[in-house]
C-alpha cells in the first residue's frame, strides 16, 4: 500500500517547523511591505493594501488586510467587519504596514498569521520604536 502525502491545505502555506525558518518568515515580511510609521494621522490613503494587527479587548491579536484602513477599523469598531473582533470590543489598531498590491498583503498576513503570540509581539514592540 502506497502513504498518503499530506499536502497543506489550498491557500495556506505551511508554518515554518523551526525558530530558523520564523526568522526567514520574518524577513520575508521586510520584503514583501514598506515601513509605515504607526501613529496620529499617518494611515495610508484609501486603494493602498495595508495588512495590519489589532489587539482586542481581551488582549488577543487580530490580523486583517485592507485597501482602506481608516473604514475597516470603524467597521472594527462598530462591530460590523468580523465574527471575531465583534465579540472582543473595543479593539485598538496595535501595528500596519503597506504592500504594493493585495498579493503582497496576503502573503504578509499569512506569514503572520503563522508566527507564535511572542513572535507577534516582538513584531508590533519593534515596529513601534
Known sequence: ?????KRPKKGKSPE??????????????????????????????RGEWVFYILRCRDGSLYTGISNDLERRIIQHSKGIASRYTRSRLPVKLV???QTGT?????????IVKNLSRTEKLRLIEENQN
Open 1 to 5: 500500500m502506497t502513504e498518503k502525502v
Open 16 to 45: 515554518p517547523k523551526n525558530s530558523l525558518a520564523k526568522s526567514r518568515a520574518l524577513n520575508n515580511i521586510a520584503l514583501l511591505v514598506q515601513t509605515a510609521p504607526l501613529g496620529g494621522g499617518n494611515l495610508p490613503f
Open 95 to 97: 501595528f500596519f504596514k
Open 102 to 110: 493585495k498579493s503582497s498583503a496576503l502573503k504578509a498576513e499569512i
